[in-house]
Nanobody, 125 residues
Framework: QVQLVESGGGLVQAGGSLRLSCAASGRTFSGYFMGWFRQAPGKEREFVAAANNGDLTWHATAVKGRFTISRDSAKNTVYLQMNSLKPEDTANYYC???????????????????WGQGTQVTVSS
């Protein structure tokens, strides 16, 4: 059974930092992109960041320079370091794994083979 389990969310003041983790299990993810998405109340789920199994990463414009995705393939874990957090970063953050990157980066609602259950991040002003 494939599982993606997020952790590390919480309440933080604006300007603070959080580090999210996502532990993947149940299959080999070497051929998969792993990434992070977020969804705020009343809004659609949006792409945040992705990493391949090598050195390539992608970050949404809204988080570039503040958030950094990293991946430890040996541990089947992906991280999202979030710095300089803003109230508009408040959302439920989801981990995902997929073999097709374009399903995450296009204009349509993102699709993914696997999703985690989400972890809440709340940034107070």
């Amino acid at each position: 059974q494939v599982q993606l389990v997020e952790s590390g969310g919480g309440l933080v003041q604006a300007g603070g930092s959080l580090r999210l983790s996502c532990a993947a299990s149940g299959r080999t993810f070497s051929g998969y992109f792993m990434g992070w998405f977020r969804q705020a109340p009343g809004k659609e789920r949006e792409f945040v960041a992705a990493a391949n199994n090598g050195d390539l990463t992608w970050h949404a414009t809204a988080v570039k320079g503040r958030f950094t995705i990293s991946r430890d393939s040996a541990k089947n874990t992906v991280y999202l370091q979030m710095n300089s957090l803003k109230p508009e970063d408040t959302a439920n953050y989801y981990c995902a794994a997929n073999t097709i990157l374009s399903q995450w980066l296009g204009r349509d609602q993102p699709r993914s083979e696997y999703w985690g259950q989400g972890t809440q991040v709340t940034v107070s002003s």
